[in-house]
């Protein structure tokens, strides 16, 4: 078996830096919750160009919002979402 190490992080130094601010916050007492939205925010990042994604934000978006601020509704929904599925499902 071989291991290659990456040199660079590439295209991928975004992704890794909202991935320490998410394990940050977590490390820093942060709830359940925050966590949880922190997550969102990164998937929604990822995939903000797919179809699905500019759907969601559409249904969530409001005439004058700005793209931070669509952002910021649609993981408000999505984390309501995932903690209300948890409390149903525990
Ligand atoms: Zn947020």
Redesign the pocket.
Known sequence: MRIQFVNSLGDNAGEIDMALHIISIGMDGADATTFN??L??LYVRKFWNSELIQKALKLYSKKGMTDTER??AL??AITEMSIDNYFENT
Do not use: K, L, S, Y
Request: cysteine-free; charged content about 50%.
């Open positions: 939205h922190e969102a925010h952002e910021e993981v408000d």
